[in-house]
């Protein structure tokens, strides 16, 4: 028998789905596509949290109202800062994405959290989703089609397809912690399988180009599967592995990098090591943001307004490639305050998680795999995007959800008695 909760058990799913878009519409097939996936898989995803939000009750930690007031009071500097914006031509977008998107995401983010089966589910998307980019790409890899991979089928502008192969990183990133984990919960050939995935994964994400990803990949590598085993109370195995990984990976990436041939084609090791501009782009970019907070003052130049204050136009393609500078430049001291307060909260949501799952497998993966993917964000928001992504919003409601539980409003009918 079919029942609504069969239909809407995708959640997960979907919500990895979601996140990803932008991966997903590199894929052979989904690139051509004659409809925009975006709306469809946010219109289904939308559907399964008003599903989850009628059929469930929801036991969140104390931190989740207290991360929605703090977005809701950064939406409503933004709002205010936007009357007095340069860049009032692209605040509309921007706004949207910072009033109406993000706490939606959050929403998702807390739901999937907090609910333990959306969760695995979610974790078995990004299983399934990482190494079928990772195929793709080492595929073509193989094939010496890597120009391809890099130009992502040589659809669209340059800004669209660094975005793509960034997030083909964070998303080959997610997957590989989250079968570092499912190496230490299984034995035999299964943990094998696991711990060749989690190799051909970091493989994968050397040939893109996406260094951020790159780099969250090598960290969550090492520091998930150790957070898994401190969570079971294994914590005398869980600093000889985090040595024993850190070790291993260091010379790895040592002999990579002295090895030109071997390296050759390998988009993030070029990118790495021999550079191509970006990094210059960069600090060109943090000193402009840094004169600017200096010349504006406690209340910032406004929202939206860095690229034409900075003197790069009215874009929305230019910004300080860092969300901490970002507040400070663009909404001032108290902008600053409150998105770091606010990851600040979602930390200890995370940190109080501990106490609240179980000590078995399934609650310290998730406790392991929740910090895996909130440092890949942060290490993300370090080095890129602007405040409007919807990526950054649900991991930081995946972390304040954490340790949150969920049972079904509909008990189920006691049978029939017989005769």
């Known amino acids: 028998m079919v029942t609504l909760q069969t239909l809407f058990g995708g959640f997960g799913v979907f919500a990895c789905m979601l996140i990803f878009t932008g991966v997903l519409k590199s894929l052979p097939g989904v690139a051509n596509a004659p409809i925009d996936i975006t709306p469809v898989l946010l219109g289904i995803t939308l559907l399964h949290l008003a599903f989850a939000l009628a059929s469930q009750r929801f036991e969140l930690p104390a931190t989740v109202p207290v991360l929605f007031l703090l977005q809701a009071l ?9 009357g007095t914006s340069p860049g009032r031509d692209i605040v509309q977008d921007k ?3 910072v009033v109406l998107v993000a706490p939606v995401m959050m929403a998702i983010g807390v739901a999937v959290s907090a609910d333990a089966t959306a969760f695995r589910r979610f974790l078995l998307a990004a299983k399934v989703l990482g190494p079928a980019m990772g195929g793709f790409i080492a595929a073509a890899f193989a094939l010496g089609l890597v120009n391809v991979i890099i130009q992502f089928g040589g659809r669209g502008n340059v800004q669209t397809q660094r975005v793509q192969y960034q997030l083909a990183n ?3 990133a997610l997957a590989a912690s989250a079968y570092a984990i499912a190496s230490l919960r ?4 299964v943990r094998l399988f696991n711990a060749g995935m989690t190799a051909l994964l970091a493989f994968a994400a050397l040939i893109p180009g996406g260094r951020s990803g790159f780099i969250a990949l090598c960290l969550t590598g090492v520091v998930t599967p150790c957070l898994y085993l401190w969570h079971r109370g294994r914590r005398g195995l869980a600093l000889g592995l985090a040595a024993g990984l850190a070790a291993a990976l260091a010379l790895g990436i040592a002999a990579l990098f002295a090895s030109a041939q071997v390296a050759s084609g390998l988009r993030t090791v070029e990118r790495l090591t021999q550079g191509d501009g970006d990094g210059g782009g960069r600090m060109a970019l943090w000193q402009a943001a840094f004169a600017l907070v200096d010349g504006n003052g406690f209340w910032g ?3 939206g307004g860095y690229s034409p204050a900075a003197g790069w136009g009215v874009t ?8 901490f500078i ?3 430049v663009e909404l001032g001291l108290p902008g600053f305050l409150l998105f770091a307060a606010i990851w600040a909260t979602a930390g200890v949501a995370w940190l109080r998680a501990a106490a609240r799952l179980g000590t078995d497998a399934k609650g310290a993966e998730q406790w392991a795999a929740t910090a895996g993917f909130g440092l890949i964000m942060l290490i993300y928001i370090s080095v890129s995007t602007d405040l409007g992504n919807p990526l950054m919003w649900f991991a930081l409601g995946l972390l304040a959800g954490c340790g949150g539980a969920s049972s079904s409003r509909w008990p189920p009918r006691a049978p029939a008695p017989a005769g």
């Open 170 to 172: 964070l998303l080959i």
């Open 316 to 323: 929305r393609e230019y910004y300080p490639h860092n969300l």
């Open 186 to 189: 299984t034995r035999g050939p």
């Open 95 to 97: 706004l949207r994405d």
């Open 326 to 328: 970002e507040a400070m």
């Open 301 to 303: 130049v406004g929202f």
């Open 74 to 82: 950064l939406a409503t500097l933004a709002i205010i800062s936007a």
